[in-house]
């Protein structure tokens, strides 16, 4: 088998009513469909969360005539290859060695997103040759894993208890874990909200908060032993982007309550960090916005080897397999319950796992499980 096409499709909606994490402004849905195709009739599909999408797109062609004529069950090799470009090589400069030249090192995000929605598609197609669903490819049995909720997006003009009424919505579809973004507001305004969710839930529901690094480490402690006493399951992101696992350490042996962190990670290798200083007890890469299921799996088994629990960050669709085949050491595959929020998912993808009652169930299905509505594709097109 061999690769003969790899296309990107760049997808977009404007959302109807905007909202906030505490980092950024979020008025539009878009995700990058990749497309590898081989010379046997099976195509693999990945995806991409980032942008901008035309740059990926850009990056995504590039690589197409570097993996042109491999076989794509090679999927190590692949990545390697395309990993490769991301620093100067002995002979490279220019080109001379046949492959392009190094990439520009600003461009090194949209890079690792390119290549991870290459490799998620590359294991969609391992899946289909095996006949086989990606978890079981992996070695899981699990048809059922655990999954939680996110909501609680800043809306302008919503009142503080908007979250809380959100939340309880989804525990009353069957959900038993949640999770509220905050970090947004001053504290006393973000213990409020936290507090009315708490209420809302019920004290049996798992209850996490997604902050998006707003603190430093002092005012991480602070934030943390506020509202440690309403039994919150972790502390997600909490320090600013530029602080590091030394960082991460002082916040641990502080802070009552576990942290989580990782999704905006690139690589294997400063996520090894994090989970080697010891002060991270859920880890949460993401395959969709940096290097695909390749080295997420690098990761997983990484962090089972510490003791570390995979949480996934979002695209439930995708690593609830992840989830599956790492059993008791994954906790959960995160869902973005609200319909309206990834409505671009929604209408392309025909297939694929379910989310039931608090619980992801994956089909026998190979591959992802999914195939694609090309006229949702084209309504979407950006």
Same mark, same amino acid.
């Given at each position: 088998?061999?690769?003969?096409?790899?296309?990107?499709h760049?997808?977009?909606?404007?959302?109807?009513?905007?909202?906030?994490?505490?980092?950024e402004?979020?008025d539009?849905?878009?995700?990058?469909?990749v497309?590898v195709?081989t010379d046997?009739?099976?195509?693999?599909?990945?995806?991409?969360?980032?942008?901008?999408?035309?740059l990926?797109?850009?990056?995504?062609a590039q690589?197409?005539?570097?993996?042109?004529?491999?076989?794509?069950?090679?999927?190590?090799?692949?990545?390697?290859?395309?990993f490769?470009?991301?620093?100067?090589?002995?002979?490279?400069?220019?080109?001379?060695?046949?492959?392009?030249?190094?990439?520009?090192?600003?461009?090194?995000?949209?890079?690792?997103?390119?290549?991870?929605?290459?490799?998620?598609?590359?294991?969609d197609?391992?899946?289909?040759?095996?006949?086989l669903?990606?978890?079981?490819? /992996?070695?899981?049995?699990?048809? =059922?894993?655990?999954? +939680?909720?996110?909501?609680? *997006?800043?809306?302008? %003009? &919503?009142?503080?208890?908007?979250?809380?009424?959100?939340?309880?919505?989804?525990v009353?579809?069957?959900?038993?874990a949640?999770?509220?973004?905050?970090?947004?507001?001053?504290?006393?305004d973000?213990?409020?909200?936290?507090?009315?969710?708490?209420?809302?839930?019920?004290?049996?529901v798992?209850?996490?908060?997604?902050?998006?690094?707003?603190?430093?480490?002092?005012?991480?402690?602070?934030?943390?032993?506020?509202?440690?006493?309403?039994?919150?399951?972790?502390l997600?992101?909490?320090?600013?982007?530029?602080?590091?696992?030394?960082?991460?350490?002082?916040?641990?042996?502080?802070?009552?309550?576990? /942290?989580?962190?990782?999704?905006? =990670?690139?690589?294997? +290798?400063?996520?090894?960090? *994090?989970?080697?200083? %010891? &002060?991270?007890?859920?880890?949460?890469?993401?395959s969709?916005?940096?290097?695909?299921?390749?080295?997420?799996?690098?990761?997983?088994?990484?962090?089972?080897?510490?003791?570390?629990?995979?949480?996934?960050?979002?695209?439930?669709?995708?690593h609830?397999?992840?989830?599956?085949?790492?059993?008791?050491?994954?906790?959960?595959?995160?869902?973005i319950?609200?319909?309206?929020?990834?409505?671009?998912?929604?209408?392309?993808?025909?297939?694929?796992?379910?989310?039931?009652?608090?619980?992801?169930?994956?089909?026998?299905?190979?591959?992802?499980?999914?195939?694609?509505?090309?006229?949702?594709?084209?309504?979407?097109?950006?």
């Amino acid at each position: 088998m061999r690769i003969t096409e790899v296309l990107a499709h760049p997808l977009s909606v404007t959302y109807a009513q905007p909202s906030w994490t505490a980092h950024e402004y979020i008025d539009r849905s878009q995700l990058i469909l990749v497309e590898v195709r081989t010379d046997t009739g099976i195509t693999g599909y990945g995806e991409i969360a980032g942008g901008p999408l035309p740059l990926i797109c850009d990056l995504i062609a590039q690589f197409a005539p570097v993996i042109r004529g491999l076989d794509p069950l090679g999927h190590t090799e692949i990545w390697a290859k395309l990993f490769s470009l991301t620093s100067p090589r002995p002979g490279g400069l220019g080109g001379w060695d046949g492959m392009p030249a190094p990439l520009p090192r600003n461009h090194r995000p949209q890079i690792m997103a390119a290549i991870g929605g290459i490799d998620i598609a590359l294991w969609d197609i391992k899946g289909k040759a095996a006949n086989l669903p990606v978890f079981r490819l /992996l070695g899981g049995t699990r048809t =059922e894993v655990f999954t +939680y909720a996110t909501g609680g *997006f800043y809306v302008e %003009g &919503a009142p503080l208890g908007a979250g809380a009424d959100e939340l309880a919505g989804f525990v009353a579809q069957g959900y038993r874990a949640v999770k509220l973004k905050t970090g947004a507001l001053s504290l006393a305004d973000e213990v409020t909200r936290i507090r009315a969710v708490r209420e809302a839930i019920g004290p049996d529901v798992l209850f996490m908060l997604d902050m998006n690094a707003p603190y430093d480490v002092a005012g991480c402690i602070d934030f943390a032993k506020a509202v440690a006493p309403f039994d919150i399951h972790w502390l997600e992101e909490p320090l600013h982007w530029y602080l590091q696992p030394a960082d991460y350490v002082r916040l641990a042996a502080a802070s009552p309550i576990p /942290l989580a962190h990782g999704e905006r =990670e690139w690589h294997r +290798y400063t996520v090894r960090d *994090f989970i080697d200083s %010891g &002060a991270i007890g859920f880890i949460q890469f993401d395959s969709t916005r940096a290097a695909g299921f390749t080295e997420s799996l690098r990761i997983a088994h990484y962090a089972e080897q510490k003791g570390v629990s995979i949480a996934p960050h979002s695209a439930v669709h995708l690593h609830a397999h992840l989830v599956s085949a790492f059993g008791d050491t994954a906790f959960a595959a995160e869902s973005i319950a609200r319909p309206d929020f990834h409505p671009i998912q929604d209408a392309i993808y025909i297939g694929g796992p379910e989310v039931r009652n608090g619980m992801v169930h994956l089909p026998e299905t190979p591959g992802f499980g999914m195939e694609i509505d090309w006229a949702a594709v084209e309504r979407f097109r950006a």
